[in-house]
């Protein structure tokens, strides 16, 4: 395999090595990534799969592909030594940015938080998981959200309240109401001394809501009426997914 890499033109090795971080691919997120005006990543799909260079289908209108994983494996090890020799280590970030701007522009947010937290950015994966509108929790993200924020050190979910909410919350969106309180006390106990803005005055509301939930499976009623009425007070007007979770524990009470 490294002698196949080795044979090909400059312009193709650019193309294998900047897309080796994908784990599947199109001609419009290639040229995302690649980011050579010159190059159009379509063709160069098409001409890599006629020259059986590790390249499979995914999919009959051949739209999109995937790299043999060995061969995938490869590339990146060669990916990461040219950057490294070039003192440009963080290059591989800028390219899982390029993937993730595309996967959200294009509706793909799951992938789009993959990319996001490859990158190490916190605040691109925390707008990916907030979406727009339904959080990406609720929508198929759940269990690569937990897997992330167990990996995360407690300052950065301090520094961060919104993960910790994320998290309880992502719980209870698995059934799990063990740990649920703990994650909502760890988020209120880091916007102790915040400002009492919206975003935060909204990250409160948050915070009751996942309460207001948990009293609900514990069929608390007193719980129902005291968190949701929290929440309602301290949720932002449009926040209308949230409030329609209280209206919906408010009618349980």
């Known amino acids: 395999m490294e002698e196949v890499v080795n044979r090909q033109p400059p312009q193709v090795q650019t193309f294998l090595l900047r897309t080796s ?3 599947r691919m199109c ?3 290639c040229d995302a990534v690649v980011g050579d005006d010159d190059m159009s990543g379509q063709a160069m799909l098409e001409e890599l799969e006629r020259a059986n260079l590790f390249l499979v289908p995914l999919d009959n209108e051949r739209r999109w592909y995937r790299y043999h994983h060995l061969f995938a494996e490869l ?12 003192g440009t280590a ?5 390219y899982h940015v390029r993937a993730g701007d595309w996967f959200a522009a294009n509706g793909l947010e799951l992938e789009a938080f993959h990319h996001a937290i490859a990158a190490h950015d916190i605040d691109r994966a925390i707008r990916c998981i907030d979406g727009k ?3 990406l929790q609720f929508r198929g993200g759940a269990v690569p959200i937990l897997n992330w924020l167990k990996s995360l050190p407690t300052a950065v979910l301090d520094a961060h309240p919104v993960l ?18 703990e994650k909502a006390a760890a988020a209120e106990a880091a916007l102790h001394d915040a400002p009492l803005n919206d975003h935060n005055r909204d990250l409160i509301g948050r915070i009751a809501s996942i309460r207001t939930t948990v009293a609900v499976t514990q069929h608390d009623v007193d719980g129902i009426i005291a968190h949701s009425q929290r929440a309602l007070t301290y949720l932002r007007p449009d ?5 329609a979770s209280i209206n919906w524990a408010q009618g349980n009470a």
């Open 21 to 23: 971080i994908l784990a």
């Open 164 to 181: 910790w909410i994320t998290w309880g919350s992502a719980l209870l969106m698995l059934g799990q109401v063990v740990g649920v309180e």
């Open 133 to 135: 509108g339904m959080p």
């Open 90 to 94: 963080d290059g591989v970030a800028l």
């Open 27 to 29: 001609g419009p997120l």
């Open 239 to 243: 926040n209308l997914p949230v409030r």
């Open 75 to 86: 590339l990146r090890h060669r990916l990461a030594q040219q950057l490294e020799a070039d």
